[in-house]
């Protein structure tokens, strides 16, 4: 069975969409506002969400870019914004479609069907924990003994890259396209730098690493 989760603060859509998809067999887990997304979509695991833009604690665009800190799961948006900088916002932080209020149902349903085709399925985790620390995709924040570790933005973004592989060899090359640019990519000493730095705030002894793996000459990898 297929779950949605429907993220709005306006009870009667919310509604309507549960008796429309259940009807049509999804399963359909709700929540009202960009915290309560962010938890479901941890700890549901939908396999689709349908999010509205105007909630009451977060933007949208906010909870699209949580959700995406750590899977692929396909997003539609479905807005009463009609600006086009809104519907450029939200694609850009990760949503898959932009269905604007007032909708058809039969049109939300059928892109609903697409965006599920569209999906691949994958192994994912919004939690990656090793035995030193705890990376939270969803959070984008790393704890260590359950004290938040403050890491920069250059930081978080090479660790985020390897948690989401974690066991596996991510090459140099890759990291540095991703972090900071395709210019960038023979730039290794970049890696040297922010790796001996996450070490030293991750690892227990940053000398002898047991996480933060250098692969000499290829790249690093997460063990955990």
Avoid: C
Wanted: aromatic share 4%; net charge negative; proline share 4%.
């Amino acid at each position: 069975m297929t779950r949605v989760l429907v993220v709005d603060d306006e009870p009667q859509i919310v509604r309507a969409l549960r008796i429309n998809l259940t009807a049509r067999g999804y399963e359909v887990v709700t929540a009202a506002d960009g915290a309560g997304a962010l938890r479901a979509a941890a700890d549901r695991r939908p396999d689709v969400v349908i999010l509205d833009l105007g909630l009451p604690d977060l933007d949208g665009a906010e909870v699209i870019e949580g959700i995406r800190g750590w899977t692929a799961v396909p997003i539609i948006v479905l807005s009463a914004r009609t600006d086009s900088a809104d519907k450029v916002s939200a694609l850009d932080a990760g949503a898959d479609d932009y269905v604007t209020k007032p909708f058809g149902m039969d049109e939300l349903l059928a892109r609903l069907r697409a965006a599920v085709r569209r999906a691949a399925p994958v192994e994912e985790r919004a939690v990656v924990e090793t035995a030193s620390f705890v990376v939270d995709l969803a959070a984008k924040k790393v704890r260590r003994g359950g004290v938040d570790v403050h890491l920069t933005p250059t930081e978080w973004g090479l660790l985020e890259i390897l948690a989401r592989n974690p066991g596996k060899l991510v090459s140099q090359r890759l990291l540095l396209r991703e972090v900071w640019g395709e210019k960038y990519e023979g730039e290794t000493q970049y890696l040297r730098v922010y790796l001996a730095q996450l070490r030293r705030k991750l690892e227990d002894e940053a000398a002898r690493p047991r996480h933060l793996i250098t692969e000499a000459g290829m790249g690093y990898r997460l063990e955990l």
